[in-house]
């Protein structure tokens, strides 16, 4: 066995190879760029080297930096995680060279399974079922259209050095063909520098289904069952889960046996995933074909583990280090079910365009036998726009589908992320559709169901924004109660009842989702209790309840809730419920009575945030309330507002312009005392 190794690649990857690497007793090494200076994998590896700046092509691409960390640090073998040099047959056969063990199959094995194209005809060979297509080497574009008329349409272009969607169309009809075909070489040229194309007969209602093998040194080869990954947003999985459902024994059996095929006919070792459609032909009877083959370990390794109870990283390195497989096939079987939710920090209503920024506040569900967390990141982390924006993989396990996936619903309600926008709520709807409980799924669920799961809330739920007001209130109440223990005792600054011959009324106003809610408050005592008549949009509620730190818990007419508040500023908060994310910001900056100090009022920026429109200009004269600037923030406007009436000295911001939280906006010369 290996005494040290290290491992090219960073985030979870790197976080999940160094915990078993410590498990075995072997020394890791990571590799950092600018970006990843602080991050979790440095500071979990036993040693770490810089490889260059932050840009992928910069570091983590560049094979002389890796093999050179590997030399420096005495590494003995490079684990190379999935991504980057992961598929570099080139790479490879650099570290063949220098004599340091690959944690992978052999460069040959690599470049066999590189080109789709050569890959179906390897396959061919191996009597391993292939969707009916043309995978040869004339590209006339003329030739090419010959040949997908005559296969019938819809037919699928597809790049043959390619993946993860890109290089790919769908054709519908002959009129479509040679516009898809240029779009498609142009799009493959630019993301691989190969336009070569083949072609497939398009299946309608398809399944990813994969099959999890091992080959060792000899030869020797198993499958570790197969996993569903029909759930996928631009060719990329979101909800993948072990083992696939609704198959029959006899098609998995099949499947799992031709996928060691695969593999043993490209002389494979280590690790390996292949890759099927399944789809019901006319005959009603489920058929699979061979789509790919991936020469590395998967994202979705974790959920093959826990319903094999098998450590897969453990494997690689035994069988990189010459061992035998640790397992013949008649002794692995399946045990219960596994589901895995990859959270990302993106929009799925913007296309899922990735989301950047620092993570204001992170708090995983808690991890146990049933429930798995992998992840590279922690609370205060940036997510940049370098790399990938996975925060984490989410597992969780049962002894049934059903089980595993009341589980997994109830896990991502307590996934709390602050800072980036992500992806929670749409894998909570996924796993909480009819279509899905019921294994509904196939390549187009997505799309197929995007009318539930991208549908907006119309209103935002009252009891929700009820509780943020009752937050603002109890958090003001804190306040003053602490500056009263430093000032002297006057009724002035009491937050009771005390009013002369009037109630305590708090007013105030916030924003959510760009929509403004004026609320007033009147604090009451119901049967002895202590509580407010809290009123908005025509909407009244009695609240209730206290401040335990950042957690509030409320009576709301009768219905108990409790909820986490992240500050994110002075003005910009986060509601965090189970059923509940809610981004707020404060307007009135007292959320008070009518005797609000004037400090903090200015013209600070009270978050970070983009100036969307800039109202004044120097030497203008405003009045107080009169409205300065909008900016945006977390996808919220926020309208501010001159703090009392005077004349604009100068500004400085405009439309367009990425702000600091406290950064100065507007200076305002003072005149209200100068009449």
């Given at each position: 066995?290996?005494?040290?190794?290290?491992?090219?690649?960073?985030?979870?990857?790197?976080?999940?190879?160094?915990?078993?690497?410590?498990?075995?007793?072997?020394?890791?090494?990571?590799?950092?760029?600018?970006?990843?200076?602080?991050?979790?994998?440095?500071?979990?590896?036993?040693?770490?080297?810089?490889?260059?700046?932050?840009?992928?092509?910069?570091?983590?691409?560049?094979?002389?930096?890796?093999?050179?960390?590997?030399?420096?640090?005495?590494?003995?073998?490079?684990?190379?995680?999935?991504?980057?040099?992961?598929?570099?047959?080139?790479?490879?056969?650099?570290?063949?060279?220098?004599?340091?063990?690959?944690?992978?199959?052999?460069?040959?094995?690599?470049?066999?399974?590189?080109?789709?194209?050569?890959?179906?005809?390897?396959?061919?060979?191996?009597?391993?079922?292939?969707?009916?297509?043309?995978?040869?080497?004339?590209?006339?574009?003329?030739?090419?259209?010959?040949?997908?008329?005559?296969?019938?349409?819809?037919?699928?272009?597809?790049?043959?050095?390619?993946?993860?969607?890109?290089?790919?169309?769908?054709?519908?009809?002959?009129?479509?063909?040679?516009?898809?075909?240029?779009?498609?070489?142009?799009?493959?040229?630019?993301?691989f520098g190969d336009d070569h194309m083949l072609m497939e007969k398009?299946?309608?209602?398809?399944?990813?289904?994969?099959?999890?093998?091992?080959?060792?040194?000899?030869?020797?080869?198993?499958?570790?069952?197969?996993?569903?990954?029909?759930?996928?947003?631009?060719?990329?999985?979101?909800?993948?889960?072990?083992?696939?459902?609704?198959?029959?024994?006899?098609?998995?059996?099949?499947?799992?046996?031709?996928?060691?095929?695969?593999?043993?006919?490209?002389?494979?070792?280590?690790?390996?995933?292949?890759?099927?459609?399944?789809?019901?032909?006319?005959?009603?009877?489920?058929?699979?074909?061979?789509?790919?083959?991936?020469?590395?370990?998967?994202?979705?390794?974790?959920?093959?583990?826990?319903?094999?109870?098998?450590?897969?990283?453990?494997?690689?390195?035994?069988?990189?280090?010459?061992?035998?497989?640790?397992?013949?096939?008649?002794?692995?079987?399946?045990?219960?079910?596994?589901?895995?939710?990859?959270?990302?920090?993106?929009?799925?209503?913007?296309?899922?365009?990735?989301?950047?920024?620092?993570?204001?506040?992170?708090?995983?569900?808690?991890?146990?036998?049933?429930?798995?967390?992998?992840?590279?990141?922690?609370?205060?982390?940036?997510?940049?726009?370098?790399?990938?924006?996975?925060?984490?993989?989410?597992?969780?396990?049962?002894?049934?589908?059903?089980?595993?996936?009341?589980?997994?619903?109830?896990?991502?309600?307590?996934?709390?992320?602050?800072?980036?926008?992500?992806?929670?709520?749409?894998?909570?709807?996924?796993?909480?559709?009819?279509?899905?409980?019921?294994?509904?799924?196939?390549?187009?669920?997505?799309?197929?169901?995007?009318?539930?799961?991208?549908?907006?809330?119309?209103?935002?739920?009252?009891?929700?924004?009820?509780?943020?007001?009752?937050?603002?209130?109890?958090?003001?109440?804190?306040?003053?109660?602490?500056?009263?223990?430093?000032?002297?005792?006057?009724?002035?600054?009491?937050?009771?009842?005390?009013?002369?011959?009037?109630?305590?009324?708090?007013?105030?106003?916030?924003?959510?989702?760009?929509?403004?809610?004026?609320?007033?408050?009147?604090?009451?005592?119901?049967?002895?209790?202590?509580?407010?008549?809290?009123?908005?949009?025509?909407?009244?509620?009695?609240?209730?309840?206290?401040?335990?730190?950042?957690?509030?818990?409320?009576?709301?007419?009768?219905?108990?809730?409790?909820?986490?508040?992240?500050?994110?500023?002075?003005?910009?908060?986060?509601?965090?419920?189970?059923?509940?994310?809610?981004?707020?910001?404060?307007?009135?900056?007292?959320?008070?009575?009518?005797?609000?100090?004037?400090?903090?009022?200015?013209?600070?920026?009270?978050?970070?945030?983009?100036?969307?429109?800039?109202?004044?200009?120097?030497?203008?004269?405003?009045?107080?309330?009169?409205?300065?600037?909008?900016?945006?923030?977390?996808?919220?406007?926020?309208?501010?507002?001159?703090?009392?009436?005077?004349?604009?000295?100068?500004?400085?911001?405009?439309?367009?312009?990425l702000v600091d939280g406290g950064s100065e906006l507007v200076v305002?010369?003072?005149t209200e005392d100068n009449s």
């Open positions: 066995m290996f005494n040290k190794i290290l491992i090219a690649n960073r985030g979870e990857i790197a976080c999940r190879i160094i915990r078993t690497a410590k498990k075995l007793g072997i020394l890791s090494v990571a590799v950092y760029s600018d970006a990843d200076k602080n991050a979790m994998h440095v500071e979990a590896a036993d040693e770490a080297v810089y490889i260059g700046p932050s840009p992928a092509s910069e570091s983590y691409l560049v094979a002389e930096k890796i093999l050179a960390a590997a030399k420096i640090t005495g590494a003995q073998a490079i684990h190379p995680g999935y991504g980057f040099l992961s598929e570099n047959a080139d790479f490879c056969k650099l570290c063949e060279q220098d004599n340091i063990a690959f944690i992978g199959p052999p460069a040959k094995s690599i470049a066999a399974m590189g080109s789709k194209s050569a890959a179906k005809t390897i396959m061919e060979t191996a009597n391993v079922p292939l969707v009916p297509g043309y995978h040869g080497d004339n590209q006339d574009p003329e030739e090419l259209k010959r040949i997908a008329d005559n296969m019938g349409y819809p037919i699928l272009l597809k790049a043959a050095a390619g993946g993860g969607g890109r290089g790919m169309r769908p054709v519908y009809d002959e009129k479509q063909f040679l516009q898809s075909l240029t779009e498609a070489k142009r799009e493959s040229l630019s993301s398009y299946l309608a209602k398809p399944r990813h289904v994969e099959v999890q093998v091992f080959c060792d040194k000899k030869g020797q080869g198993v499958y570790l069952f197969d996993r569903d990954c029909s759930v996928q947003r631009r060719h990329q999985k979101v909800i993948e889960e072990a083992p696939a459902p609704n198959l029959s024994d006899v098609l998995r059996k099949n499947m799992g046996e031709a996928a060691v095929r695969a593999a043993q006919v490209i002389d494979y070792v280590g690790a390996g995933t292949v890759e099927f459609l399944v789809e019901k032909n006319a005959d009603g009877k489920e058929h699979f074909y061979f789509m790919e083959m991936n020469t590395r370990l998967q994202v979705e390794h974790p959920i093959t583990e826990m319903i094999t109870g098998q450590d897969l990283v453990e494997w690689q390195l035994r069988i990189a280090a010459g061992e035998d497989l640790p397992l013949q096939q008649d002794q692995l079987q399946v045990r219960g079910h596994a589901f895995e939710s990859r959270i990302y920090a993106e929009d799925p209503k913007q296309n899922f365009c990735p989301s950047t920024g620092k993570l204001i506040h992170l708090q995983a569900p808690f991890e146990d036998i049933n429930t798995r967390v992998d992840t590279g990141v922690r609370q205060g982390d940036m997510v940049s726009g370098f790399y990938d924006p996975m925060i984490a993989k989410l597992v969780t396990w049962d002894k049934d589908r059903t089980s595993a996936l009341k589980r997994m619903y109830k896990a991502l309600g307590d996934y709390q992320v602050v800072g980036v926008t992500t992806n929670i709520d749409l894998l909570k709807r996924i796993a909480s559709s009819t279509a899905f409980r019921d294994a509904d799924v196939d390549n187009n669920f997505i799309e197929t169901h995007s009318d539930i799961l991208f549908k907006d809330i119309e209103n935002q739920s009252n009891a929700d924004i009820a509780l943020a007001a009752f937050y603002l209130i109890l958090r003001r109440q804190q306040r003053r109660q602490m500056m009263s223990q430093l000032e002297t005792h006057s009724p002035w600054q009491l937050v009771d009842n005390w009013r002369l011959n009037q109630p305590q009324v708090h007013r105030g106003s916030l924003t959510i989702d760009k929509v403004s809610y004026d609320i007033e408050a009147e604090q009451v005592s119901q049967n002895g209790v202590e509580c407010y008549l809290l009123r908005f949009s025509d909407t009244e509620f009695t609240i209730s309840g206290h401040l335990d730190g950042s957690t509030i818990w409320a009576d709301i007419d009768g219905y108990r809730i409790s909820a986490s508040v992240v500050e994110q500023s002075d003005f910009l908060f986060t509601l965090i419920g189970r059923n509940t994310h809610l981004d707020f910001i404060l307007d009135s900056p007292d959320m008070g009575d009518d005797q609000q100090d004037e400090a903090g009022k200015g013209c600070a920026a009270p978050m970070n945030g983009r100036i969307l429109e800039v109202f004044v200009a120097p030497d203008q004269r405003v009045n107080k309330g009169d409205n300065l600037i909008i900016m945006e923030a977390m996808k919220m406007e926020h309208t501010i507002t001159a703090p009392y009436t005077g004349v604009v000295e100068s500004v400085l911001c405009n439309a367009d312009e305002i010369r003072n």
